[in-house]
């Protein structure tokens, strides 16, 4: 693949518009033991995809990357890496590391620190036996695209940790690897560098015109991020598609209160002489059968702080954002957030009552799959 360096030049492939995929996913599995860290996932995204595998702790995030990096072999099932076959449970194939055009960024960056900036990334070069003027010149064209340039005579320890993630990107950039694979690379970042840094990463990887798998339990990062987002949980895929797909349509509860600032409300209620109740409290007309369980999905921003509502919460925590106000407050266990113009006057610990509109933004089974209801 030939890497465009510098960031004012298009990516190499545009997103979208390669024949094949440059990552597919068949049946993928990982056991260890009685425990499947990865149970079975099947996905596929095209050249200059940025993918984030997002989800909770122990879902199997980060068994996933591993397999794709070659660190981990899968079990079961298949990874395809622009058409080529890298690893098959059942086949037992499996292609090294290093001869997958796979680069990885760990969290903790394991750079050398024996090795000044310049060798740490030129070390790769050096492993693929490339002459001495190429590495120079890469290891340059490298540290410029990810302005450390003035550091390349430092030693690791002779530098700051976001510097020091920038030297692990670039050492992972030298060899221009196809895919460049992230394993929460922020999570070591404070709060405004994270933010930055996210915008970085973005324009790296569209300057490289590589595909991009990023691992995070962070849904902002995601829904920021990512072209593709694999929500998965207990190993499996929840919900795959755009970040814009998993917050119009959810696939399930689980997602539903996992992604969006704030993630949506979800309140179990029954169906009962044709309305939705809760707790002996109306919710509006249902068109299901009485007697249905179900869970019910209210965006913060479909709910309001009404005096005459329906819905009574005790409040317990009031923050702004974006000059709106989010009030979170609880009802019978579940979590209740409203989005609000003005700052809430209802103090921490009080009851407030909340407006719930006729129709819920989406309904859910008592397993969490989604119903339809139109
Ligand atoms: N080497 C191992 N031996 C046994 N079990 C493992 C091993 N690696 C992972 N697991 C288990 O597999 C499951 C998935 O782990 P994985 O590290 O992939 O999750 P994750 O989503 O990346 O979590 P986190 O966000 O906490 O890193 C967990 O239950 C974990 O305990």
Redesign the pocket.
Known sequence: MNHALRSDTPPATEPGTSTGPAIELVGLR?D??D?A??DGIDLSVPVGSFLV?L????????????MLAGL?SPTGGEIRLGGRTVASGQRGVTVPPGRRGAGLVFQSYALWPHMTVRRNVEWPLKIAKLDKARRTQRAADVLRLLDIAELAGRYPGEISGGQQQRVAIARMLAPEPAILLFD?PLSNLDAKLRVETRAELLRIHRATGATSVY?T?DQVEAMTMASHVAL?RH?RIEQFGSPADLLRRPASAFVAAFVGTPPANVLAAVVARGRFQRDGVDLGPSPLPDGTAVRLMYRAESLTLDPAGALEIEVIESSPLAGRWLLSGTSGGDRVTVVEDEEPTAALGSLARVRVPDRPDAVFDPGGARMETA
């Open positions: 990982r260890y033991g425990t860290a990865v595998l989800g909770p702790s122990g879902c199997g995030k980060t068994t996933t990357l591993r981990e929460e691992v339990h998965m190993g």
